[in-house]
């Protein structure tokens, strides 16, 4: 079975704050690993992924997601955040045996203050 | 637009309505995906289909009707749906098992 957990339901930053969405998953095997972003009535748009390489995956938007094996974690990163980032962010999982659709977490509301 | 079409993008039912959603890819993707999102719950995928065959059908009730007639067109039949269908079904398109998902807009259904 695989899944993802996104702890915190709603995050709020200060704009030009760094932000952090948390993201933990569990998957029988090596896991691939997905953020996505979803505005006002919208459908999810890609952000980055994770197959294999290098922990520190950039994507969009300026934004960076950190892969941690022994933490089984890939947390969504930004520098410095905007207003314009203001919307819901989805952590997905799937294993690498490529026989199951992605897992999606409940997802995290990013609000960032002016 | 991302290239994935859904139509139409709002629908009011009745309980004993027969319905049917549709999404359209011309991305030459090979597999297509119907997922229903539903507030402060994790993305629920329905229905899993590669080349046109459906792959993976996750317990999903026989009052949702999948049919994917090619590899650019899937569709949603809706019948004798109840009020807790109510919700954002969305539908995605991928070339392959590495890559990530294209959505579409989603359809907003709600059930009186």
């Known amino acids: 079975a695989q899944s993802v957990a996104q702890p915190e339901d709603q995050v709020n930053v200060a704009e030009g704050n760094p932000l952090t969405v948390k993201c933990t998953y569990s998957?029988?095997?090596?896991?691939?690993l997905f953020w996505y972003v979803q505005y006002p009535n919208r459908g999810l748009q890609f952000l980055l992924k994770y197959i294999t390489g290098d922990n520190l995956v950039k994507g969009s938007y300026g934004f960076e997601a950190e892969f941690n094996k022994s933490q089984t974690s890939f947390h969504l990163k930004k520098p410095s955040a905007l207003v314009s980032d203001s919307a819901l962010y989805f952590c997905a999982v799937r294993d690498d045996t490529g026989r199951r659709a992605l897992t999606f977490g409940s997802g995290t509301r990013l609000q960032v203050q002016p | 637009e991302t290239g994935v079409t859904q139509t139409p993008r709002h629908l009011v039912m009745g309980m004993t309505n027969k319905k049917s959603l549709k999404c359209e890819q011309h991305l030459g993707h090979n597999a297509m995906y119907w997922y229903k999102q539903s507030a402060k719950k994790p993305l629920e995928l329905m229905f899993v289909y590669n080349f046109k065959e459906q792959t993976e059908n996750n317990s999903v009730p026989s009052r949702f009707s999948p049919e994917c007639p090619n590899s650019s067109h899937l569709f949603l039949h809706l019948h004798t749906l109840q009020p807790e269908d109510s919700a954002l079904y969305l539908c995605?398109?991928?070339?392959?098992?590495?890559?990530?998902?294209?959505f579409g807009s989603g359809t907003r259904l709600t059930v009186v």
């Open positions: 995605a398109s991928s070339v392959g098992q590495n890559y990530g998902y294209t």
């Open positions: 998957v029988s095997g090596n896991p691939y």
